[in-house]
């Protein structure tokens, strides 16, 4: 058997130089430079959950408006046209003063309770109260009758609000606060504005039917 032949580029080396290993003062730089990037680390996970927390409470606010004004939307496209035809005693929409405070009330298309085919027709009140935008519903009536209270309990929709504004659109005039019912009879649009406690306001323009 051969012998193993030295290595030429260690061959002149001490025997210990060659066996070196990491130093105390290389050690203790890489120990260094770890704990910086650690700590960058942390304040940037601090920061992003720091900035997490304080949207959510707003994220959660924009979601609820989105589903009110989505709501609203809704319940005047389902405003019907006629009024002669649905024999309403009044418009489908209008815009009531209650306790000093503005009130929309929406007359609706709406299944039967009966469950059959037959449209009827259902009211439905948006109003502040409490400091929220509020919707309350009542009975689907295949033959309104305009005396039937709206008993059922109102839904909070958006919290921290404090009025409600409402105009509608008048051919030829412009937006109009309505003063009475011939202000909202026939109106094409509703224009909705919400003050909220922090001082903004959300507008919103909706089509009527």
């Known amino acids: 058997m051969r012998p193993a032949l ?25 120990v260094t430079i770890l704990a910086v990037v650690a700590v960058m680390a942390w304040r940037g996970l601090a920061s992003l959950t720091t900035t997490r927390e304080r949207l959510a409470p707003q994220n959660e606010a924009v979601h609820a ?10 319940d005047l496209a389902q405003a019907p ?6 024999a309403l005693p009044a418009p489908p929409v209008r815009v009531l003063t209650i306790d000093g405070r503005l009130t929309l009330q929406i007359l609706r298309l709406a299944e039967a309770p009966d469950g059959s085919r037959t449209t009827a027709v259902q009211r439905v009140v948006y109003r502040v109260q409490d400091g929220a935008l509020q919707r309350q519903s009542g009975p689907a009536q295949r033959f309104y009758q305009a005396d039937v209270p709206v008993d059922a309990p109102a839904v909070v929709l958006v919290p921290g609000i404090d009025e409600l504004q409402i105009r509608v659109w008048r051919n030829a005039v412009g937006w109009i606060t309505p003063a009475s019912d011939n202000d909202t009879a026939n109106a094409p649009g509703v224009e909705v504005r919400l003050l909220r406690h922090d001082g903004t306001s959300v507008r919103r323009v909706l089509l009527v039917g």
């Open 65 to 74: 408006l989105l589903a009110a004004l989505g709501q609203l939307e809704r």
């Open 81 to 86: 046209g006629s009024v002669q035809l649905f």
């Open 6 to 30: 030295p290595n030429p580029a260690t061959a002149g080396l001490p025997r210990a130089r060659r066996a070196r290993g990491f130093t105390l003062l290389e050690l203790l730089v890489a």
